[in-house]
């Protein structure tokens, strides 16, 4: 279990990239669902003890982050958001070397590894193709493979599947789905679906605030009775908003659908709506945007 207690960042340009953030995250996967700028990076970065948080701790199965890093770094895994350039050689070889870095010295149980792993992520077929030119999501799978490596309890993805069309996508989430339910998997990102698909535990991160966390079903449930929809007219949605908690706005088949979120019906023309992830997600942004 990860443990993250009252951890706060502030980057020396004075930004508060995260305040006070508690979460406990058990084995399965763990989505951390936030906006642009909410903290995510930071965050997974702290995590991966690559970043070392002005305040509070950290702790993964009883051994703190802060005093004994290297103890956290040998059972992690981490995809960066960002994982550089990638090279002119093979997936193969890349692994392999990464291998190395990761301690398999013993050549025969290194290759059974790299093997086993470039399997798994699909890309035995590729193996012997540069690295350069792979597609997002060749690249993002490699990147799993490379986390994958030595076994990790503690895995760390960063908005994997930004980029990805939808095809790589559903691939991608199908191989985060794979990894087992006894490792810790935590997955950031900005889009809901890959949470409500894949997560059986959410935190809302935006501001470096945890706004939401808990089972999606529950805090779906916590919405129940409380949400309206309704198609209105484009000049409709200014007053709306003044008088309603508007959530979201969408367009379908040329109209705009509102979701409201209000104890009774705003109006006689809504109906009740059942919520969805999204709804709470939109929901914890709008009220954390009138609070500031
Ligand atoms: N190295 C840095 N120096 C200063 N500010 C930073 C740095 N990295 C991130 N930030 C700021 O911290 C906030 C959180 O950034 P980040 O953790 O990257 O969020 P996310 O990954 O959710 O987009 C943003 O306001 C960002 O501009
Ligand atoms: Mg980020």
């Keep these: 279990m990860l443990e993250i207690d009252e951890l706060s960042h502030v980057y020396p340009n004075g930004v508060r990239a995260l305040d ?6 058990k084995p399965g996967m763990f989505g951390l669902l936030g906006p642009n700028g909410a903290g995510k990076s930071t965050l997974m970065r702290c995590i991966a003890t690559l970043q070392t948080p002005t305040s509070g701790a950290l702790r993964f199965d009883g051994v703190e982050a802060l005093t004994d890093p290297q103890a956290i770094r040998r059972r992690l895994g981490y995809l960066p958001q960002d994982f ?7 997936a193969y070889d890349m692994l392999d070397h990464m291998a190395i870095l990761k301690g398999l010295a013993d050549p025969k149980a290194r290759r059974a590894e790299v093997e086993r792993l470039l399997d798994q992520v699909n890309l035995w077929a590729v193996r012997k193709k540069a690295l350069s030119g792979y597609s997002g999501g060749m690249r993002q799978r490699f990147g799993v493979a490379q986390a994958l490596l030595g076994q990790p309890s503690l895995i760390v993805v960063d908005e994997p599947t930004a980029g990805l069309d939808p095809e790589e996508r559903n691939r991608f989430l199908d191989l985060l789905a794979g990894i087992g339910d006894k490792v810790v998997v ?20 935006a501001g470096g605030r945890i706004l939401r966390q808990g089972a999606p079903g ?23 908003k003044t008088h309603h908690q508007v959530i979201s706005t969408r367009l379908s088949a040329g109209r705009t659908i509102v979701h409201v979120l209000a104890e009774d019906a705003p109006g006689p023309d809504f109906a009740p709506h059942s919520g969805s992830l999204a709804d709470v997600y939109f929901s914890a942004l709008a009220q954390a945007r009138r609070a500031a």
């Design 20 to 25: 006070r953030v508690t979460l406990s995250i």
């Design 84 to 90: 550089g350039v990638y090279p002119r050689v093979s």
């Design 186 to 205: 935590i997955l950031s990102t900005h889009i809901v679906e890959d949470v409500s698909d894949l997560c059986s535990a959410v935190a809302i991160l």
């Design 218 to 240: 529950e805090l779906v449930r916590e919405l129940d009775g409380r949400l309206w929809t309704r198609p209105i007219a484009r000049d409709e949605l200014e007053p709306l």
